[in-house]
């Protein structure tokens, strides 16, 4: 079976981490990609692994007629027996492309799980809207990353019959408990081993709220309760002046480590002894929340996408921008004695191997794809 994928770009991103991962664990079909921008994370990656990436180098925003009819060319071209695409602006341009090219087996996929003025782009909610009506004509089915994508776009008028749900999966040979790792880390941040280490992995980005772990922290340090926390992501250096100065701000220069982006998450996670995600919206599956657990470290996230469905139990649950009721969390998991706290990691572990595998993931696109042949 030949699939093509089209992208807007291949940046460091839970889509484009998606869609590299199926593309290079689903061996029983030959896989091309087409990235609308330049080589992001994710293009050598793929190459590496030996999956066609075609890179159009288009600046962002900026997409004319011409490169259209040269989209629908490549695909023509590429003869694909199944077309996949990755969020809103690709489902329009990819689906509305593939379609014109004669492909009749097309597939959208969808990453968010809300859309609000003043929090998504003016275009992007735009562009949602023409997908919910276009969503009765162009794609077979429309494939959403989580069970809240599914509901927030069945309200939004996407056509009901055709969205489904397949979760995010993962490399659980890569996201594993790594003691030795663990350590390195600790090591090169000086964070002792009795240190109770915090961590967030995501982009410094409004959607992410560091200001609401921040706060919530800022708490913590009232209360003399000793820790650490690393903040891992685009953005979070200390050439983020705004951050530097929120960190300032709130007593915490002493106890935040910038990390910035790193290569090596796995280990990171690896280190930590309690993941926080405090995004305020926007999100659909949070990749970093299983694949901290993937690694044995529990989780506490603000009740956005499908976190509810991912973190050990709804009492590492918090409502977004509460960053009273989230320091409350956290201290609650800090005051667990040692025993608990390693049940819980091991608790975690399972609970991602059982439900989160990247077979289970391949799997289910692989039977969706196939049965649309079938027709």
Not at 92 to 119: M, Y
Not at 271 to 284: K, N, T
Request: aromatic letters at 8%; a positive charge.
């Amino acid at each position: 079976m030949r699939v093509l994928h089209i992208i807007v770009g291949l940046g460091d991103g839970g889509a484009e981490g998606v869609l590299s991962r199926l593309c290079m664990y689903n061996n029983s079909s030959k896989h091309t990609v087409i990235s609308f921008m330049g080589e992001g994370k994710y293009e050598p990656i793929l190459k590496d692994a030996g999956v066609e990436v075609i890179s159009l180098g288009l600046q962002p925003g900026k997409f004319n007629i011409k490169q259209f009819i040269d989209l629908i060319r490549l695909i023509k071209l590429n003869q694909p027996d199944v077309v996949q695409t990755w969020m809103y602006h690709a489902d329009l341009l990819g689906g509305v492309a593939a379609r014109l090219a004669g492909i009749k087996n097309i597939f959208w996929g969808i990453r968010h799980s809300t859309l609000e003025p003043g929090k998504s782009k003016r275009s992007t909610i735009l562009i949602a809207k023409l997908c919910s009506f276009l969503s009765h004509i162009i794609p077979t089915k429309i494939i959403c990353c989580a069970y809240d994508a599914q509901k927030v776009h069945k309200k939004l008028g996407y056509n009901k019959r055709k969205l489904l749900v397949i979760q995010n999966g993962y490399d659980l040979n890569k996201f594993k408990p790594d003691h030795e790792s663990r350590k390195k880390i600790r090591d090169e941040f000086n964070v002792k081993n009795k240190d109770f280490l915090i961590g967030t992995v995501g982009r410094y980005d409004p959607q992410k709220d560091h200001l609401n772990l921040l706060k919530a922290l800022n708490i913590l340090l009232k209360k003399n309760i000793g820790f650490k926390c690393i903040l891992i992501g685009k953005g979070l250096t200390s050439a983020n002046k705004a951050l530097v100065e929120d960190i300032s701000n709130l007593g915490l220069s002493n106890n935040i480590i910038l990390g910035g982006m790193r290569s090596d998450v796995p280990k990171v996670m690896n280190a930590l002894d309690l993941h926080v995600l405090p995004s305020a919206y926007g999100e659909g599956f949070p990749n970093v929340v299983a694949e901290a657990m993937a690694c044995g470290v529990p989780c506490i996230a603000t009740d956005v996408g499908d976190s509810d469905k991912i973190v050990l139990t709804t009492d590492f649950l918090c409502p977004p921008r509460e960053p009273k009721l989230l320091s409350k969390k956290i201290e609650s998991y800090y005051t667990l004695s040692d025993d608990v706290k390693s049940v819980m990691r091991i608790e975690a572990s399972n609970k991602i191997i059982q439900n989160y595998s990247i077979n289970k993931m391949v799997d289910s696109f692989e039977c969706e794809w196939r049965k649309s042949l079938e027709y």
